[in-house]
């Protein structure tokens, strides 16, 4: 007998974990302001950026003496800006728990050729913190990682009185976690991630001792230009308050304001946080209630509030990745869910975000529907068996 379908249809069935769905009050005619086919250095692009500058340190709660960039290639761009401009000084640890903390492994030891001590920890799991020296060493690692949707539970592993660099891949973790400026020395982040705003851009954000290295250290590789933060042996202060490195989609950027106006509609921070937790809590919930599917993640307290990873856990699946590819694939067919299957290189599942643009009500509606899915992929085994 088949299964039978809910009655109820999310709403919105994006559930991507990048780009991610718009705010739920978007249209893309509240873009229309957008200055287009107007230089980014005149006066209206410059003031658009700032103010997208400004919003970002507004609502995010950044210290005033931290210095905020709109840089090119999104997150990614942001972190290896970093990574090549920063490092090199002292000593480096690595941390990584998924692919992307994974490939910032590479970038430092394959292409800078740096002898970093690296730490890393299988899908799921998260790296035994109390052993970075944070005091001496420069660490680099991903406070959320969006693909094993892990994220790191605190910052007191993080000394005061560092002498090294923390730098901090935040993308899927800026806007829905409260990130501990002043244990942070370079933090990074896209706004096509938890604000659902358009890609292609990222954000750097750089404390005082950040600074204090780009301006007393000149790293021994060439840099790329659109790398280059410093002119000199000084910072290019323009980067900071909007006269970007290159060319910057002023439409994006009209985009992202629009996503900051909708965050303090939603309380800001706070209420970003709020919606993204009660998303991630319907999910927990969910895999509480049922036995065949459960967390990625092994520790409630690692638990990833935006980017939640699954995996299927009934013995009756013969191919755990060809299973949750089908299962996808009929919540994509009956437009219940879309771009939900597990990152590439991570293990077979379910990837579902919870980050505050999703409402909770179209991820309570979606639920029911992945039950549908699983029984029906399971039926259809066994039938093929």
Known sequence: MATQQPATRPANPRFSSGPCAKPPTFDVTKLANAALGRSHRAAVGKDKLKS?????????????????????????????????????????????????????????????????????????????????DTKNNDVVFTWNGTTAGVRVPNADWIAD????????????????MDLPWDKLDVTTFSWQKVLGGEAAHGVIVLSPRAVERLESYTPPWPLPKIFRMTKGGKLIEGIFTGATINTPSMLAVEDYLFALDWARSEG????????????????????DANDWIANLAE???????????????????????????????????????????????????????????????????????????????????????
């Open 52 to 132: 997208a500058i400004e919003g970002t340190r507004e609502i995010l709660g950044i210290p005033a003496d931290y210095r905020i960039g709109i840089v090119p290639a999104s997150d990614t761009g942001a972190v290896e800006m970093a990574l090549w401009s920063l490092l090199g000084a002292r000593k480096v640890e690595m941390l990584a728990w998924e692919s992307f903390g994974a490939g910032w492994v590479t970038d430092v030891v394959k292409q800078l050729k740096i002898d970093a001590e690296v730490k890393t920890a299988e899908y799921g799991q998260i790296v035994d913190l109390a052993t970075v």
């Open 268 to 287: 800001g921070l706070k209420g970003l946080i709020a919606r993204a937790d009660a998303n991630a809590q319907a999910i927990f919930e969910f895999c």
């Open 161 to 176: 009185d560092r002498e090294g660099l923390t730098i901090c891949d935040a993308t899927s973790a800026a806007f829905a």
């Open 299 to 385: 520790d409630d307290a690692t638990r990833s509030n935006t980017s939640v990873c699954l995996k299927f856990t009934d013995a009756r699946i013969q191919d755990g990745a060809t299973f949750a590819k089908a299962v996808a694939k009929r919540l994509e067919a009956e437009n219940i869910a879309l771009d939900i299957g597990a990152y590439r290189d991570a293990p077979a599942g379910l990837r579902i975000w919870c980050g505050g643009t999703v409402e909770t009500a179209d991820l309570e509606a979606m639920l029911p529907w992945l039950t549908w899915a699983f029984e029906a992929e399971i039926a259809a085994q066994s039938q093929a068996a």
